[in-house]
């Protein structure tokens, strides 16, 4: 699976961003699939998943820092997932990169993914 991150920018703290990744190649309902990001200087971290349970019905997971603030949602008859950020802060500074995974059993680790974009900056200014 071949994916696509588009929608990052230049905000000012307190704005609204929606990262898109479209995905192109074997079945999207099969995967599961996370946002990571990267800052400067620091290592890759989890940002959300959204993970399908096998009955049905797809789990959502986050990272601490952004809970309440971001939304992870999948489109699968477009074969994309979208991060809504909300009330953005200069510490969410970072490439954003999205990745496919065929069962993510540890949805935070980035290893369990083996397919990943190419990464899109967002910047939050204060």
């Known amino acids: 699976v071949q994916l696509q991150a588009s929608g990052g920018g230049l905000v000012q703290a307190g704005d609204s961003l929606r990262l898109s990744c479209a995905a192109s190649g074997r079945s999207f309902n099969d995967y599961d699939m996370g946002w990571f990001r990267q800052a400067p200087g620091k290592e890759r971290e989890f940002v959300a998943a959204?993970?399908?349970?096998?009955?049905?019905?797809?789990?959502?997971h986050y990272a601490g820092s952004v809970k309440g603030r971001f939304t992870i949602s999948r489109d699968n008859p477009k074969s994309t997932v979208y991060l809504r950020m909300n009330s953005l802060k200069p510490e969410d500074t970072a490439v954003y990169y999205c990745?496919?995974?065929?069962?993510?059993?540890?949805?935070?680790?980035?290893?369990?993914?083996?397919?990943w974009g190419q990464g899109t900056q967002v910047t939050v200014s204060s």
């Open positions: 959204v993970t399908w349970s096998g009955v049905g019905i797809y789990y959502t």
């Open positions: 990745a496919a995974a065929l069962k993510a059993t540890i949805p935070a680790e980035p290893h369990e993914y083996a397919y």
